[in-house]
């Protein structure tokens, strides 16, 4: 196992990142909250084949939080992070502090517009705007040459790669599929939130993307119709409370009536404290 350097400060990173350019190393950078599960190790691997150096950032953002949301209480395992990155082979751990990245005075944002104003964006209203924000502070720091975001944030990944072409970024988006569990369950670092009995529950948004995927194996077409076979399912369960379920282009994310190209089925549900989502992609 090589040795696993940790960065907290944006100077630093910015020294270290110029050192493995100026040596030519190709930059490889897993963003993420922490609370490192299954999904987040499968990124780290994509970004081992993609790259010579692993950056994996831990930097739970307040500013895709909005005020009822989850950031006081959101988990954290900073030692046993650093551990499953190392076992992975990682190189190094960027976890700058939030006053290091939003100091007082700071004032910039990053906002892509109409991507943002579907699926989680009604619900989430400042949500993509921090998540561009702090990726392109990432970015201006690790300077990556390739950064792996995870398929399970669709809606994320589209948005990402919408604002890396349109600021002309220098960094390849790339997206790794969802990591489940046995019983379908997408891992998320906010699973740790559900009950016992809302556990049992939650594979419901698993089970409820299947059914729409056999719908369209058997030739259904009509969105309405999937939508509302994906609803009754998850309704049937008593802890579930759905945000939405929506069937939308893949590309702009547009609401679609007729199923054709490629669709996302996207969804959304609370169960108690815990807001999940899940989605597939598929094309037509
Ligand atoms: O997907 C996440 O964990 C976060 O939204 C990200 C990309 C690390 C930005 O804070």
Known sequence: MGDLKVIQTVSDMHRTADEMRASGLRIGLVPTMGYLHGGHLSLIRQ????????????FVNPMQFG??????????????DVKLIQGMGGDLVYAPSAKEMYPEGYATYVAVERLTQHLC??????H????????????????????????????????????VRDLDLDVE??????????????????NVYLSPGERREAPVLYQALQEARSLVAQGERRAAVVVEAMRQRI???????????????????????????????????RFGKARLIDNFQVSL
Do not use: W
Request: charged share 25%.
């Open 47 to 58: 970004a081992r084949r993609a790259s010579d150096r692993v950056v994996v950032s831990i």
């Open 67 to 80: 005020p009822q949301e989850d950031y006081a209480t959101y988990p954290s395992d900073f030692e046993r």
């Open 235 to 269: 309704a049937a369960r008593p802890h579930a409370r759905i945000d939405y379920v929506c069937v939308v282009n893949a590309e702009d994310l547009r609401p679609v009536e007729a199923l054709s190209g490629a669709v996302l089925f996207a969804l959304a549900v």
């Open 173 to 190: 988006i790339r997206v790794a599929p969802t990591v489940r569990e046995a019983d379908g369950l997408a891992r998320s670092s906010r």
């Open 128 to 163: 993509f705007r921090g998540v561009t924000t702090v990726v392109t502070k990432l970015f201006a720091a690790v300077k990556p040459h390739v950064a792996v975001l995870g398929q399970k944030d669709a809606q994320q990944a589209v948005v990402v790669r919408q604002m």
């Open 121 to 126: 964006g009604p619900t989430r209203p400042r």
